[in-house]
């Protein structure tokens, strides 16, 4: 998975609760991104980072918030945990060419979380 | 409003046989198109990167075309095998410009039959 981890890999957790999942990756690419894959949306865009500390939104942002305090280590927060954001969690990673065009993603294996 | 399509019905086919799965897009105008393989309760894997001047892309038994005025990406395996059962996605760069995150169609289940 091209040197991405990500942990946790399962995780339960009620309604209400904090829940963190962090991505990690030793390929110091510039670029990070968190998904989420549900049946009948497939894969969609949480958060995306282009940098240390700098970060966008995607399509599917809201109530989620994210951090990147080094190149490595990009984390997902869940603020208060809800069902509808039961799903899995893709963190993924791409360089960039050139002048700064993105184009391949590496993904990781992925968080399986089920909030009850 | 802007579309991906995928066949969100899976496609059977048996060994050896061609496999041609389809992106439809609307109202996007990508600098690249991109194929990815994603296996069950694992992370999408890159396959192929078509760019919009680009009308067909080769490697191995994978080919991919793009025709900007169809709006529409072909993805062909040749000589399929049981092992090439996996879904399929195709993604985008909803800008067009490269510089921005990619989009992905929903992808459809290909199952070759031995």
């Known amino acids: 998975d091209a040197g991405i981890t990500q942990s946790p890999r399962h995780k339960v957790t009620e309604t209400g609760t904090p829940v963190t999942l962090r991505c990690h990756q030793t390929?110091?690419?510039?670029?990070m991104y968190w998904y989420r894959q549900d049946p009948g949306h497939g894969l969609r865009l949480i958060h995306y980072?282009?940098?240390?500390?700098?970060?966008d939104k995607g399509e599917v942002s809201d109530g989620y918030s994210v951090s990147r305090s080094k190149t490595e280590d990009f984390l997902l927060t869940l603020e208060s945990a809800t069902s509808s954001q039961t799903s899995v969690y893709f963190c993924?990673?791409?360089?960039?060419?050139?002048?700064?065009?993105?184009?391949?993603?590496?993904f990781g294996p992925g968080t399986r979380l089920l909030v009850l | 409003s802007q579309k991906i399509e995928q066949n969100s019905e899976a496609l059977n086919i048996q060994e050896g046989k061609t496999a041609t799965l389809t992106c439809n897009y609307t109202?996007?105008?990508?600098?690249?198109l991109q194929w990815y393989r994603q296996d069950p309760g694992r992370g999408p894997v890159f396959l192929l990167l078509?760019?919009?001047?680009?009308k067909e892309k080769r490697k191995e038994r994978l080919k991919v075309t793009f025709d900007t005025t169809l709006k529409q990406s072909l993805f062909h395996i040749t000589a399929s095998q049981p092992a090439d059962s996996a879904t399929y996605l195709c993604?985008?760069?909803?800008?067009?410009?490269?510089?921005?995150?990619?989009?992905f169609g929903k992808g459809t289940m290909l199952l070759v039959s031995p």
């Open positions: 390929e110091n690419h510039r670029y």
């Open positions: 109202n996007y105008s990508p600098a690249y």
């Open positions: 078509i760019r919009e001047n680009e």
């Open positions: 993604a985008l760069d909803p800008r067009g410009s490269g510089y921005s995150t990619l989009t």
């Open positions: 993924a990673i791409s360089e960039s060419i050139g002048s700064g065009i993105q184009e391949t993603q590496y």
């Open positions: 980072s282009y940098g240390v500390k700098d970060t």
